[in-house]
């Protein structure tokens, strides 16, 4: 899907209208699925890919391609990732150092 950027004024409020839009689908979306009789396990890979979906036609709109939350995802786990494991190690052993 190619999206081509017209040079006019109302570019950036049909942006912000798409985006606002697709937030409204998706909290209709999410509470529509609270309701169903689906299991926990079921209705979270249902959210999760509507929420895919919804980037996958936001994104565009701003430059980015769908392989952005893939590019993101791997930053995420190289670099934050090992930080919070190491905070989460240190409480760990603060904690059992004061039972000991």
């Keep these: 899907m190619e999206y081509i950027r017209y040079s006019t004024s109302y570019s950036i ?16 979306f999410m509470l529509f699925m609270r309701r169903t ?5 079921m209705k979270y890979f249902i959210i999760a890919a509507g929420m895919f979906a919804a980037l996958n036609v936001v994104f565009p709109y701003f430059g980015y391609q769908f392989y952005f939350i893939l590019e993101f995802v791997e930053w995420t786990t190289k670099f934050i990732f090992p930080w919070i494991v190491l905070y989460w190690v240190i409480r760990f052993i603060k904690a059992v150092e004061k039972k000991v």
């Excluded at 209208?17 to 937030?23: G, R």
């Excluded at 009789?37 to 396990?41: D, G, P, Q, V, W």
Aim: charged share 10%.
């Design 37 to 41: 009789n689906l299991s926990r396990m």
């Design 13 to 28: 409020f049909y942006d912000l209208l798409v985006v606002l839009l697709v937030i409204l689908f998706l909290i209709a």
